[in-house]
């Protein structure tokens, strides 16, 4: 479905810098988060997830942050590098069901 | 680390012809997930499994089917390819649902001619 979106189709960052990629969600019973990366050529690879009964996960460089109140989503990258550069995905599981939904994706481009 | 491998990275089929996209998983895991990846429509999907020969409808199953015989394999089949089935593949698994991610393998590009 499309309950899941993204702000912007681009981002671009300079290398160094802190970078942060938005989601809004729509299904107030939405219970499952997940950020994917995907490179050029490649399958989306999973950077972190962070269920509903959370507000913040952090992994390295990397931190999710969930509002639930507004439904919206983050992803933070922290020194993003060169090889962030990549399409990044946010997805929603409702009710833990076996189904993602997709958001369009975010293209980070990191310039140096 | 979880590894989902697909068979082949690119293939060139013609329309009317049955192709078979082939999926293997190293995890064990229960669930695994057939999509398609189009610029401007993100990932849908076309269909997955919960467990041995057990099936479910995505969001697009028209055109397609698929076999699970074994845990690790999951096949999507296109019963009489057409052009419009021109599309990136991917295949995923995952081992519980609702609290673990989906794992991607690297996606076939199948065009149609």
């Known amino acids: 479905g499309e309950s899941v979106g993204l702000h912007l189709p681009t981002l671009s960052v300079q290398e160094g810098d802190n970078s942060i990629i938005n989601c809004a969600y729509s299904?107030?019973?939405?219970?499952?988060f997940i950020w994917y990366k995907q490179e050029s050529g490649k399958g989306p690879q999973f950077i972190i997830d962070?269920?509903?009964?959370?507000d913040k996960r952090q992994g390295q460089r990397v931190t999710v942050l969930l509002n639930k109140t507004v439904k919206h989503l983050s992803l933070q990258i922290a020194a993003t590098q060169p090889g962030d550069s990549a399409v990044y995905f946010c997805?929603?599981?409702?009710?833990?069901?076996?189904?993602?939904?997709f958001g369009k994706g975010t293209s980070l481009l990191v310039t140096p | 680390d979880v590894k989902v491998t697909q068979s082949s990275r690119y293939l060139v089929k013609r329309t009317g012809e049955k192709v078979f996209l082939e999926c293997v998983q190293d995890?064990?895991?229960?669930?695994m997930f057939w999509y398609r990846q189009d610029p401007g429509l993100g990932l849908r999907l076309i269909y997955f499994?919960?467990?041995?020969?057990?099936?479910e409808k995505g969001d697009i199953p028209e055109g397609y089917s698929v076999s699970r015989e074994k845990k690790e394999r999951f096949s999507l089949i296109l019963e009489s390819a057409s052009t419009n089935q021109t599309s990136m593949y991917l295949c995923?698994?995952?081992?519980?649902?609702?609290?673990?991610?989906?794992?991607f393998g690297d996606g076939t590009r199948l065009s149609i001619l």
């Open positions: 995890m064990d895991h229960e669930n």
């Open positions: 962070i269920r509903s009964n959370m």
């Open positions: 997805a929603e599981n409702v009710n833990s069901g076996y189904a993602l939904n």
């Open positions: 995923a698994s995952s081992l519980v649902q609702g609290v673990q991610p989906q794992h």
């Open positions: 499994s919960y467990d041995v020969k057990m099936k």
């Open positions: 299904n107030s019973a939405s219970d499952y």
